[in-house]
């Protein structure tokens, strides 16, 4: 099975900031949407953010003007910038991809999932 691979994550204090990083690799063509998801313990996983190949986005209500996606199409890279960072966004989160307009729990393409840790 195909995999994403996911940089980044770890253990910050609240108000803090990380970078996460996600690249597809060349394998996988038709490449539209890319984005996050995240699961933190006893919780179902959630859409965190989206990015499609227009660079159009979407935000969870719970990260806007906290988190910033982007993406390079040429290398089928996206990353998530996380400032502000607060005990609640503790969790694993995992890369995605899709080849529609968004990134489903369904989606085909998925990394491995890496721990973001906030103390508080």
């Known amino acids: 099975q195909v995999q994403l691979v996911e940089s980044g994550g770890g253990l910050v204090h609240a108000g803090g900031s990380l970078r996460l990083s996600c690249a597809a690799p060349g394998s996988i063509s038709s490449i539209n949407a890319m984005g996050w998801y995240r699961q933190a313990p006893g919780n179902q996983r959630e859409l965190v953010t989206s990015i499609d190949h227009n660079g159009l986005t979407r935000y969870a209500d719970s990260v806007k003007a906290r988190f910033t996606i982007s993406r390079d199409n040429a290398k089928n890279t996206v990353n998530l910038q996380m400032n502000v960072l607060k005990p609640d966004d503790t969790a694993v989160y995992y890369c995605?991809?899709?080849?529609?307009?968004?990134?489903?729990?369904?989606?085909?393409?998925w990394g491995q999932g890496t721990q973001v840790t906030v103390s508080s």
């Open positions: 995605a991809a899709d080849t529609i307009w968004t990134i489903r729990n369904v989606s085909p393409f």
